[in-house]
C-alpha cells in the first residue's frame, strides 16, 4: 500500500518553513529593533538555533518584548533550553 506523506514531514520542507519563519521575524526584529546588518546577522545565527516550535512561539512575544536586550535574554533562556 501507497504511503503518502504531508509535506510538513519532508525534512526540506521543514527547513524551508524555519527558514521563512526566520526571515520573517528578522523583518518584524528590524522594524522594531532598527538593528545594524552585523546585529541582525548575529540574531540570525541565534535564531537559526531554534526550533520551529520556539520560533512560532517567538512571533506573539516580539509584542511584549519591550528592547533588544529583553530579546537577546528571551534567545538566551530558549537556546538554553533547547541544548539541555
Same mark, same amino acid.
Given at each position: 500500500? /501507497?504511503?503518502?506523506?504531508?509535506?510538513?514531514?519532508?525534512?526540506?520542507?521543514? !527547513?524551508?518553513?524555519?527558514?521563512?519563519?526566520?526571515?520573517? @521575524? @528578522?523583518? $518584524?526584529?528590524?522594524?522594531?529593533?532598527? /538593528?545594524?546588518?552585523?546585529?541582525?546577522?548575529?540574531?540570525?545565527?541565534? @535564531?537559526?538555533? @531554534?526550533?520551529?516550535?520556539?520560533?512560532?512561539? $517567538?512571533?506573539?512575544? /516580539?509584542?511584549?518584548?519591550?528592547?533588544?536586550?529583553?530579546?537577546?535574554?528571551?534567545?538566551?533562556?530558549?537556546?538554553? /533550553? !533547547?541544548?539541555?
Amino acid at each position: 500500500m /501507497l504511503r503518502l506523506t504531508p509535506l510538513r514531514e519532508i525534512e526540506s520542507v521543514q !527547513e524551508m518553513l524555519k527558514e521563512e519563519r526566520i526571515e520573517m @521575524l @528578522l523583518l $518584524l526584529i528590524q522594524d522594531k529593533f532598527g /538593528l545594524t546588518p552585523e546585529t541582525i546577522t548575529s540574531v540570525a545565527a541565534n @535564531l537559526a538555533q @531554534l526550533d520551529m516550535n520556539t520560533l512560532k512561539s $517567538l512571533v506573539p512575544q /516580539l509584542l511584549h518584548i519591550e528592547t533588544f536586550s529583553a530579546l537577546e535574554e528571551w534567545l538566551a533562556a530558549h537556546q538554553s /533550553l !533547547e541544548t539541555a
